[in-house]
């Protein structure tokens, strides 16, 4: 009999324990997203005369009649720009929340490029997330297409454009991983100092099983319980009105990001739990990883809104790959290949570090 | 491999070290096949890094100890499938329910799995749980639990069942339940090893018992042969005033030439022969002194007696200290102190 049939028994174990809490579970896992998404979720509601620079290339009456549009009502208050740069440059000196480009092709595409260019400061994305969906439904009247607009930012160093930049969905990739990474803590492989104290890890060393296979069916159930967590917190996501830009296919990535994060901390938590002797200690060690990583990790506030001090450990933070990963697939509905292999690659190196570490600290009761 | 047939358990000069602290300080003894053997001793005394090393969670530091003939440094895993420990803990998973309790156990101790159910029907049969199977083992009395945690140990069919005070904590009613299910496991040949903190346990159940203390045996024997070193007669026992305790010792040391020892204001001594007339020629000798006796008798040295003789302490300071020391084995510090 291998390891690997000795840590499924083991897996199995703390699954059926896992099972017989399930509500318990479910109900605690989803709290805290829930009160974050229905409480911040909404901010930027109510935003009104968002200043927006506009530089007109087209000229033509379409064009005009679109700048109308775009002035009707008091969402957008508009500011005429003569040129690209001169908007850029207001935008970068925080002077409006957006610019909008129109190319000389407007309404019409031009060998498939845009004629819309929207760029948008990440800072402000309370303010974006109200002005850009409403820019982009403008265009759509005039094009009757709704590719015809490029969204970008090159304003900023992180990439959070897209089409749906509403705060919600920018917020509910956060929340995600913040229900991953604390049940991988607070979950399962917690249970070790339980385990420890009751006499059931002395219980499964007289077997003879090996220490490893205590540790990897923990780690096993650990990253499971917590890819449980996030994907509940995805679908609570979903009923509270967030939306993936890339669509269902977007789960083929976000599903990844989230069981490499939850390995990562599950291995954190066998770590933890295989130096500190009781719960309170370990609360508290656990908290002052998990809180810091998770804001740290741009899930509440854009990291570029960051001061520059902050920014190292930003880029430090091995969450903040995992959530910029989920916000390409949420928000800008296309993860690019160098997104892709920074994102994977930091987060699988991430969780391959957890893993390891929890190996080599696991020690018996005794000894 | 010096082994031997007859013996189960072999164990030759075991040391363990914890830093600068050693536990175990050369202990031997040989435990025979079919037997119910008892290990006693105070707090620190080393019985339980003894057993840890028994079970192979705890590496000796020097010595050698041999189970059915196999040498634990070489093959232990071997070793662990013929041995049943049950803690004094009694460690079934509250959340799961008997069965999936004994099923997760039959795995771990790798039977196949076309004999589990059968296995964990029949464990359920013996410990008088099967209409409980597929109840979570959490809402069971203390006296189920410790049945399961039984059949639990057992699941393996192994050769030896270690018990760490397998009735602490428990009922009389429970107790000798637990009694009579150690020695119907021994009839059907299992070997027992048992720590026990209560003197009567020891007396009553096992074979033989080895006291140990300060990580050494200080005696071994059975019961009876334990006694015989307190005393080759009967032991003499006076309670008087605690004024007159000095006064006593002394009388009786001078005119009687006993040695008095002082077990909780109870003056204890061996007397060999003339038993009697030595008894009223001391009640003669106390009502002249004018001393107020609140007993006199003579009596069989107990397990308690062989106990303070050995060890000098009585086994009650040794079980108040008990409780902590499990806890810090339990915490996972260096075993203890």
């Known amino acids: 009999m291998g390891l690997l049939y000795d840590s499924i028994t083991i897996f199995t174990r703390e699954m059926l324990i896992f099972k017989s809490n399930l509500r318990t579970n479910v109900i605690r896992s989803m709290m805290f997203p ?29 064009s005009v009649q679109f700048l109308n549009t775009l002035q009707s009502g008091s969402t957008l208050t508009i500011k005429a720009v003569t ?23 407007f309404p019409k595409t031009q060998n498939g490029q845009p004629s819309v260019y929207i760029y948008y400061a990440n800072s402000q994305f ?28 090159d304003v900023s160093a992180v990439s959070t454009q897209g089409t749906n930049s509403s705060y919600r969905d920018f917020l509910i990739a956060g929340v995600i991983l913040m229900s991953v990474a604390f049940g991988g803590v607070f979950g399962g492989g917690m249970s070790i100092i339980v385990d420890r104290q009751l006499g059931n890890i002395k219980s499964f060393l007289i077997t003879p099983i090996s220490k490893n296979a205590i540790v990897l069916g923990k780690l096993f159930s650990g990253t499971v319980q ?3 967590y996030g994907l509940l917190a995805l679908v609570l996501g979903f009923l509270l009105g967030g939306s993936i830009a890339m669509g269902i296919a977007g789960l083929i990535w976000i599903i990844p990001l989230i069981v490499f994060v939850a ?55 091995p969450l903040t790959y995992a959530t910029n990963g989920i916000r390409d697939v949420m928000l800008n509905g296309f993860f690019p290949l160098n997104h892709i292999i920074l994102d994977f690659g930091v987060v699988i190196a991430f969780a391959i570090l957890g893993i390891i570490v929890s190996f080599g600290l696991f020690k018996n009761t005794i000894e | 491999m010096s082994s031997n047939e007859q013996y189960s358990v072999e164990i030759s000069d075991l040391k363990k070290r914890f830093g600068d602290f050693e536990a175990v300080k050369g202990i031997s003894f040989k435990i025979k096949k079919g037997e119910i053997f008892g290990i006693l001793g105070p707090n620190g005394a080393g019985k339980t ?39 004094q803990e009694t460690v079934v998973d509250s959340y799961l329910t008997a069965r999936e309790n004994l099923r997760i156990f039959a795995r771990l101790y790798h039977i196949p799995e076309e004999r589990i159910e059968q296995k964990v029907g029949h464990a359920l049969q013996e410990a008088n749980l099967t209409s409980f199977g597929d109840v979570a083992a959490g809402t069971f009395s203390g006296g189920m639990q ?34 009579q299910e150690i020695k119907r496991l021994n009839k059907a040949g299992i070997t027992v090893i048992l720590t026990t903190q209560y003197l009567e346990e020891a007396d009553q159940l096992c074979d033989r018992i080895a006291v140990i203390d300060h990580g050494k045996v200080m005696a071994i024997g059975t ?70 006796v609140q007993t006199i008798g003579i009596h069989l040295p107990t397990m308690d007696d062989v106990f303070i003789k050995l060890t000098g302490a009585s086994i009650r300071d040794a079980t108040g200290a008990q409780q902590g020391e499990k806890n810090i084995t339990k915490v996972g510090g260096f075993g203890r102190r």
């Open chain 1, 34 to 62: 829930l009160i974050i998404i229905i409480f911040f979720g909404n901010l930027g509601n109510g935003i009104s005369n968002v200043p927006v620079a506009v530089a007109n290339y087209a000229n033509s009456p379409t």
């Open chain 1, 83 to 105: 040129n690209e740069q001169e908007g850029l440059n207001m935008l970068r000196a925080g002077s409006v929340s957006a610019l909008v480009v129109i190319l000389p092709s």
């Open chain 1, 126 to 153: 309370s303010e974006t997330g109200v002005a850009i969906p409403f820019i982009d439904n403008a265009v759509s009247k005039f094009s009757g297409q709704t590719s015809n607009v490029q969204i970008q930012n």
């Open chain 1, 226 to 228: 917590s890819t449980i």
């Open chain 1, 263 to 317: 390995a990562a901390f599950s291995g954190i938590a066998i770590m933890l739990g295989s130096r500190i002797k009781t719960i309170e200690v370990y609360t508290i060690i656990a908290q002052t990883i998990t809180m810091p990583a998770w804001f740290l990790s741009g899930a509440f506030f854009p990291a570029s809104s960051f001061p520059s001090w902050l920014q190292p450990f930003n880029a430090a933070d």
């Open chain 2, 49 to 87: 890094t003894t057993l840890n090393m028994i079970l192979g969670l705890l590496k000796p530091t020097g010595g050698k100890i041999i189970i059915e003939g196999i040498d634990n440094a070489e093959d232990g895993e071997e070793i662990k499938s013929m041995i049943g420990f049950m803690t």
């Open chain 2, 146 to 179: 410790r049945r399961l945690n039984l059949v639990k140990s057992m699941i393996q069919e192994p050769k030896i069942l270690i018990l760490d005070e397998p009735t602490t904590g428990l009922d009389i009613q429970s107790r000798v339940g637990m009694w």
């Open chain 2, 223 to 292: 019961a009876s042969e334990l006694k015989r070193l307190v005393a080759k007669g009967n032991l003499l026992s006076i309670k008087v005033d605690e004024d007159d305790v000095l006064k006593v010792t002394k009388m009786l040391k001078s005119k009687f030439g006993l040695e008095v020892q002082n077990k909780e204001g109870t003056l204890v001594a061996p007397i060999e022969d003339k038993q009697l007339d030595k008894l009223i020629k001391i009640s003669e000798e106390l009502k002249k002194e004018k001393v107020n």
